[in-house]
């Protein structure tokens, strides 16, 4: 179960928001629609403003996939076509509120490579890295994927790494995927917390 809400948190020096996938082709009615998915948007919209006010990182990944990805089941992949470069499905959702010059980092952007997690392939942990990150606030979509991807990646490089469960939903393609991938987050290290501020 998640933890409390905790609220005393405030946006410090050495934190990161990365908004995971919030994208046209992710949200309900969309080529891989997630349960869902809308509802989560305005916490991640408040977390964002929150780090925005007080200067500190927000990065936004998408996937960016070539109209041939691997990934894809004409290809031999397991997933609809869905987030293709330069199409209105890969572009972001209009209610996420991003700032005016958004930090983005594109993955899968390969036609032979599948990527999950938002460190791969895209130069995150630089970009972190150089802006003295130590903690990452991990949120978006999708829980059983992408998310928690990012999450394996990001502990695997030495972030302290946050959760908030009312701003992650999950595809659930099996039932309780995303109950299972919560529960690994959590035995990784993440605070898996209800929401923070």
Request: one cysteine or more; proline letters at 7%.
């Amino acid at each position: 179960m998640p933890k409390d809400i905790i609220a005393d948190w405030n946006p410090a020096p050495g934190d990161a928001l990365l908004v995971v996938d919030v994208q046209n082709d992710f949200m309900p009615g969309g080529a891989l629609g997630i349960p869902d998915g809308d509802e989560i948007v305005p916490e991640i919209n408040r977390l964002v403003a929150a780090f925005v006010a007080e200067h500190l990182p927000v990065v936004f990944s998408r996937d960016w996939h070539p109209a041939a990805h691997c990934s894809f089941a004409e290809q031999g992949g397991v997933w609809p076509p869905h987030c293709v470069q330069g199409t209105e499905g890969a572009a972001f959702w209009s209610r996420l509120r991003m700032p005016d010059d958004p930090v983005i980092v594109s993955k899968a952007a390969r036609q032979d490579e599948e990527a999950y997690s938002a460190f791969d392939g895209t130069g995150l942990d630089k970009l972190l890295t150089a802006r003295g990150v130590t903690r990452l606030y991990i949120v978006g979509l999708a829980t059983d994927y992408c998310v928690l991807a990012s999450v394996r990646d990001a502990h695997r490089l030495g972030y302290e790494v946050v959760v908030p469960v009312r701003a992650i939903r999950a595809v659930d393609v099996h039932p309780e995927d995303g109950a299972r991938a919560i529960e690994e987050m959590r035995k990784s290290g993440a605070d898996i917390v209800a929401t923070v501020g």
